[in-house]
């Protein structure tokens, strides 16, 4: 089992750039495809984004492909989700878990989250 910490949130306004990383422990890190999911107010976790387990193979959501770029530093065990041009509609509390090849997400106990708040 890996366990995750989110961290790197915070308030901005709209247009602004915030830079989240996911700490996993665990020596398996890196041969899990990574994948950040956000969870707004009132509404279900939704999938935003996911990187392969080499880092050479990345996905987005259309509604932040474009302004959202995913990495991941295998050596420090920490996958990162640049995000530029925030739009009040990201807001949200941001999530990081395993996924398998479906996009399915592996470890059923999640961190805590990040929250991103996007003011207008």
């Known amino acids: 089992q890996v366990q995750l910490v989110e961290s790197g949130g915070g308030l901005v306004q709209a247009g602004g750039s915030l830079r989240l990383s996911c700490a996993a422990s665990?020596?398996?890190?890196?041969?899990?495809?990574m994948g950040w999911f956000r969870q707004a107010p009132g509404k279900g976790r939704e999938f935003v984004a996911t990187?392969?387990?080499?880092?050479?193979?990345?996905s987005y959501a259309g509604s932040v492909k474009g302004r959202f770029t995913i990495s991941r530093d295998n050596a420090k065990n920490t996958v990162y989700l640049q995000m530029n041009d925030l739009k009040p509609e990201d807001t949200a509390v941001y999530y990081c878990?395993?996924?398998?090849?479906?996009?399915?997400?592996?470890?059923?106990?999640w961190g805590q989250g990040t929250q991103v708040t996007v003011s207008s």
């Open positions: 990187i392969s387990w080499s880092g050479g193979s990345t």
């Open positions: 878990n395993a996924v398998d090849e479906g996009g399915r997400v592996i470890f059923a106990s």
């Open positions: 665990g020596r398996t890190f890196s041969s899990y495809s």
